[in-house]
Nanobody, 123 residues
């Protein structure tokens, strides 16, 4: 069992940047991959980026690669999502999640979730 607490987000103008943080507590040694997802109203929760907790390997959805960067600081038990060149269509609730088994791209493959952080991009 791990607990994930998100911080950051808020209102950002189009073209701007924001950074989300996800603090991990509990048993982080059980984590294989940390991922970021987002969900807009009426839409399914979609994968954005993942990072191997131990390896540092990163992988991204095509829609955000080149704009979003996932990173982690194991000493601080924290995962970050740096978001640049934000667009109005990026407006959504953003969630961090932990996968204890493998490198996943589906929400159903992740076991533990943060509470969500709203990011609103104005035009």
């Amino acid at each position: 069992q791990v607990q994930l607490v998100e911080s950051g987000g808020g209102l950002v103008q189009a073209g701007g940047s924001a950074r989300l943080s996800c603090a991990v507590s509990g048993r982080p040694s059980s984590i294989s991959v940390m991922g970021w997802f987002r969900q807009a109203p009426g839409k399914e929760r979609g994968f954005l980026a993942g990072i191997g907790w131990n390896t540092g390997r990163t992988y991204y959805a095509d829609s955000v690669e080149g704009r979003f960067t996932i990173s982690r600081d194991n000493a601080k038990n924290t995962v970050y999502l740096q978001m640049n060149s934000l667009k109005p269509e990026d407006t959504a609730a953003y969630y961090c999640a932990a996968d204890r088994t493998w490198y996943g791209r589906e929400a159903s493959e992740y076991e533990d979730w943060g509470q969500g952080a709203q990011v609103t991009v104005s035009s």
